[in-house]
Structure formats: structure tokens, C-alpha cells
């Protein structure tokens, strides 16, 4: 039988505020005591550690004790941020509180909210699942000292979490209003290990304020702000992906001028459950085949797709040379797009910065370089991008795009389309298209091509046996070219913190980043090619060579990992 500490699990139980989970471990607790071997072993991962928070707050699977996203874990992490905001703020601090669609986010929420009243703070939580952004833009509207959003955005139903932003009086600079970093989910982690018992956390029944529509009403009204008002003929099918941004995207395209708005309606509602698609991440594969449906059968201009909290988004064009005649936009080209348009406004504005992390296209910087304005490569995460001093426009590959940093310091994935869908209108008004924009970036700046290869383990050892193999010097070519060069990212420069990170150029300027993911059971590689675009050059038989050289990148990529 497996050793367990039972006095701790025991413990655990008689702290537990849910009756809910104090029978879930109950249950495996005593079917332990009987021999049953599995309820050990799932014992034995429940209390194997705490889940630990981070820059990316909590996120995990839901269910009883300490390894899990519970009410028990979330209200000794609302402990630890509270004490953290007394310190820094005083007692008088203010806590934006919002959440999503899934399963306990919204008793996570209510119970944020009554650790903060119980701790004498203001805590203002929004009366229903909205998406993500919404809660960041509140956060700088309201002036906010924090900010948590209970969300696991595109993980599994399975998973939930838990993330925190600091604003007001908690930080200040380029900081305010983002996501956590280092120092801060370091003191905040402490304060939560301080926390001896639930029951000691003081908690109010009531006393919270409600935020509604108002606070909704004041985003929709400055994200309709940033686009050119007026008709927009336009035919687009959107989804919401089982996430809880359906409703605040409809009302945001409907006020911007975009009357014929299609969504798929199997996608349209929040659930849980995610029913419809094997992971609620419009990167997926399969993920959009029901928006491909519904797009060829009305014969749209545009698909437009946000993840479940709705923080990112992804759109789809016509493409002859696609797949049943449509074709997903890569994050790359996306954000090409849509900086390119923002480089456009602030022309010869030295003081104003486009951002990208470093695992995403370097392209951005050869926009930012041709519109005269800066440019900085960041770390992975927006937590890095939206602080980023002067930033007007940041993007990485994975979806996230933030178009509106004085307002919404975060990846805004309703914004963001809205700006997509602008560039479309016009583009259709003059009888041209996204694809033609990105032809005409080619041709100025050479075709960058990029590709994600993402391998999920089971066995997370694996990871660290991949990256291990790439720093013994297992690659030594990308699609035929000698490397020219290999960074460590772990050693960290006068540019970049240090991070779990791996960077290879060839000499022919082919480069792939290898990294962790921070959020995922995944090793993910970033693999970009450059190819000059001669005038005159036929950009379909350019974009067959890149394809070609990608592929051939990612085989050198899986063998050198050796997983």
C-alpha cells in the first residue's frame, strides 16, 4: 500500500470549507484504507505539493486538496494576495474581481470577494462571466489597486485558475494595470504559505459591490473608439468557442458598423464541458471546422474566433490555395497586420514602441524599422509585452494581441478582432483583401514564414529530457543550414530576464525557439524562415518553399529532441 501522510489528509478535510470536496477526499481516503491502490496513487498526487503560485497565478485541474484548484486552495491564495495589498497599499485597498463560464469560477470569485470584505478591503465583483479583458479594462477604470480573474482560459474543462493584475496603488509605471511578475508572485506565494488554516481567514457574507453593465458599457464604448465609425460590409462568421465572450463580441461588432454577423451557434453559449471541440483553443486542430461550415455555406469574408475567456483571437480568410477554400491566419500574420496598421499611425514617432516576444515573427521589427518607430523583444507572456515602456501595439504568435495598452494593459481578443475586421471592410471596399496586405508585406520586407511544432507529454520529465538533449548539442542544422549560433536563454542578458529557453539561427538566418510551456504539459518550438521576395517573384512558389524548409525544420527539430 502506499505510504500516505493520513493525519495531513485528515487535516486537509476538517479545513475544507466545501462538502463537496471534503467528501471527494473522504472517499478516496477510505478506499485507500481498503487497499485500493489507484485511490492511493490519486492520494498521492493531491497532496504531493501546493499548487503553486506564480506570475501566472494558479491554474490546474479542479478537485479536493492541496494539488488541485479548489475553494480551500483559492481562498488561502485570496488570503495571501489580501495580506500582500494591506502591506502594500493599506487596508483600505480595492480588488477588481471577475470570471468566467467554468466550473466553480463563479464560487471562486464570491469567495475572493468575501476574503477581501472580511480583510476590511473594497472588493468590487462583476455580477456575471465576462471575458477577461473586461476585467483588465475595469481594473485602470476603476482605478483599481488589483485585479483577479478566475479563468483557465483555453485549458481543458478540466482546469481552472487564477490570475492576478496590479494597478493603482500596488505598482506603478509600465506595470500598472498588467499582470504579475517577479518579485510580486514571489511575496504573494508567501503570504498565501503563511495562511495556517482556512478557517483563520476571515470571510464577509456580504458587503461587496456588484459592477454590471456600466463597467461593460464604458469598454464596448472605447474599443468602438479605435475603429472608423459607420457601415462595414462584411460578412462574418464568429465564435466564441463554448467561451464567455460571445455576447460582449456581438455587441462590439454591431456598434462598430458590422450588421451581417453570423455565430456558430453549437459554439455561441458558455459551457463547461467545451462539447464541441478537443481542447477550447482556436489553435487547435479542429477547432474551427464548425466555423469553416458555416463560413462556406453563407459565403463570408472573414471568420473571427476568440478563446473561451476571450483574451485572444484568430481569424480565417478566403483562400483559393486553402483547404476547401478557406485558410487560418497564423498569430505571425496577424500580428504583422494589425502592427503594420499601428506603425501607420504613429509614423516617425521614435517614442512610441511595437513589442513582440522573442518566440514570435521577426518581422515586427522590420515594420517598426520602416514606419520609424521603436521596437523591443520581450520575454514570452504579455506580462512582459504590456510593460514594455511607451508600447502603443504588442503581439505574441499564440493569439494574443494588445491593440489598446492605455486602457487594457492585457491581450484583448475583442478589441482586437473589431481592428481585424476594420482592415477586412476596407480592404473588400477596395476590391483587395488581407491576403493581398500580407503579399504587400512580403514584397517589402521579405516573406517571414512562420510555424508552431507543440509536442504534449504525458510524463513531464520529458520536457526537461527534450531540452536537455537540445543543450548537449544534439542540432547542428536547420532545413540543410549549418547553425550559425545557439543561445541560452537561462543565462539571461541586459535585454531578457532569465527564462527556460533555447535559441538557434542558422546561416541562412532560419531560427527556432525551444522553450516549456508555462502553462500546458507541452515543449514548444517556434520555428521561423526568411526568404527575399525578388520583384516580380511568384509569392505562391515563395510560400511553397517556406512551407518546405519549415517542415524540413521540423524534422530536425523532433529527432534532436530525442522524445
Request: hydrophobic residues 40%.
Amino acid at each position: 500500500m502506499t505510504t500516505l501522510d493520513e493525519g495531513l489528509i485528515e487535516s486537509w478535510i476538517a479545513d475544507d470549507p466545501d462538502e463537496s470536496t471534503r467528501a471527494e477526499l473522504s472517499a478516496l481516503l477510505d478506499a485507500h484504507r481498503n487497499g485500493d491502490e489507484s485511490a492511493s496513487a490519486d492520494l498521492a498526487d493531491r497532496f504531493s505539493s501546493t499548487l503553486t503560485f506564480g506570475t501566472a497565478g494558479l491554474r490546474g485541474k479542479i478537485g479536493a486538496g492541496p494539488n488541485r484548484m479548489n475553494r480551500a486552495v483559492v481562498i488561502r491564495a485570496a488570503a495571501g494576495l489580501v495580506a500582500f495589498l494591506r502591506e502594500k497599499v493599506g487596508d483600505d485597498f480595492h480588488l477588481v474581481i471577475g470570471h468566467d463560464a467554468r466550473y466553480g469560477s463563479k464560487q471562486f470569485a464570491e469567495d475572493t470577494a468575501a476574503v477581501a470584505v472580511g480583510a476590511g478591503g473594497r472588493a468590487s465583483l462583476f455580477d456575471r462571466e465576462l471575458p477577461t479583458p473586461v476585467t483588465a479594462f475595469a481594473l485602470k477604470h476603476l482605478n483599481a489597486d488589483a485585479a483577479v480573474v478566475v479563468t483557465a482560459s483555453h485549458n481543458p474543462p478540466q482546469d481552472n485558475g487564477y490570475k492576478v493584475y496590479l494597478g493603482g496603488r500596488a505598482v506603478g509605471g509600465s506595470g500598472q494595470g498588467a499582470q504579475i511578475v517577479p518579485p510580486f508572485d514571489a511575496e504573494i506565494f508567501a503570504q498565501i504559505q503563511a495562511v495556517t488554516a482556512v478557517a483563520d481567514v476571515p470571510r464577509a457574507s456580504s458587503g461587496w459591490e456588484s459592477l454590471g453593465d456600466e463597467v461593460v458599457e464604458a469598454y464596448l464604448d472605447r474599443a468602438v473608439s479605435l475603429v472608423p465609425a459607420g457601415d462595414k460590409d462584411l460578412t462574418i462568421v464568429l465564435t466564441s468557442m463554448h467561451g464567455v465572450g460571445g455576447e460582449t463580441a456581438v455587441a462590439a461588432l454591431h456598434r462598430a458598423g458590422f450588421a451581417d454577423v453570423h455565430v456558430v451557434p453549437e459554439q455561441h453559449d458558455p459551457d463547461p464541458d467545451f462539447p464541441t471541440v478537443s481542447f477550447p483553443n482556436p489553435e487547435e486542430p479542429g477547432a474551427l471546422d464548425l466555423s469553416f461550415a458555416l463560413a462556406r455555406k453563407i459565403d463570408a469574408d472573414i471568420i473571427l474566433a476568440n478563446d473561451p475567456d476571450a483574451d485572444r483571437f484568430s481569424a480565417a480568410v478566403p483562400d483559393p490555395r486553402g483547404t476547401d477554400g478557406w485558410r487560418q491566419l497564423t498569430g505571425d500574420e496577424v500580428g504583422a497586420l494589425l502592427g503594420e496598421a499601428v506603425a501607420r499611425a504613429h509614423e516617425g514617432d521614435t517614442d512610441s514602441v511595437l513589442a513582440n516576444s522573442i518566440v514570435s515573427s521577426r518581422l515586427l521589427s522590420r515594420i517598426a524599422a520602416a514606419h520609424g518607430v521603436s521596437y523591443r523583444a520581450t520575454l514570452t507572456g504579455f506580462k512582459w509585452i504590456s510593460r514594455v515602456d511607451g508600447i502603443v501595439f504588442g503581439y505574441e504568435e499564440a493569439l494574443g494581441y494588445c491593440v489598446d495598452p492605455n486602457f487594457v494593459r492585457d491581450k484583448d481578443g475583442i478589441t482586437a478582432c473589431l481592428q481585424l475586421a476594420t482592415m477586412a471592410a476596407e480592404r473588400k471596399s477596395q476590391g483587395s483583401s488581407l491576403l493581398d496586405e500580407l503579399d504587400d508585406l512580403a514584397r517589402a520586407h521579405g516573406l517571414y514564414a512562420t510555424a508552431p511544432l507543440s509536442i504534449r507529454v504525458e510524463d513531464l520529465s520529458l520536457i526537461a529530457e527534450g531540452m536537455k538533449n537540445l543543450r548537449a548539442g544534439t542540432l547542428t542544422e536547420l532545413a540543410g543550414s549549418p547553425l550559425a549560433s545557439t543561445v541560452d536563454l537561462s543565462a539571461g542578458s541586459a535585454e531578457l530576464p532569465p527564462t527556460d529557453g533555447l535559441v538557434f539561427t542558422s546561416e541562412r538566418g532560419d531560427r527556432v525557439v525551444a522553450r516549456p510551456s508555462g502553462t500546458e504539459p507541452k515543449l514548444k518550438c517556434y520555428l521561423e524562415t526568411i526568404i527575399s521576395v525578388d520583384e516580380g517573384a511568384d509569392l505562391n512558389a515563395v510560400r511553397d518553399e517556406a512551407a518546405q524548409r519549415l517542415d524540413a525544420m521540423k524534422a530536425d527539430m523532433r529527432a534532436a529532441l530525442g522524445i
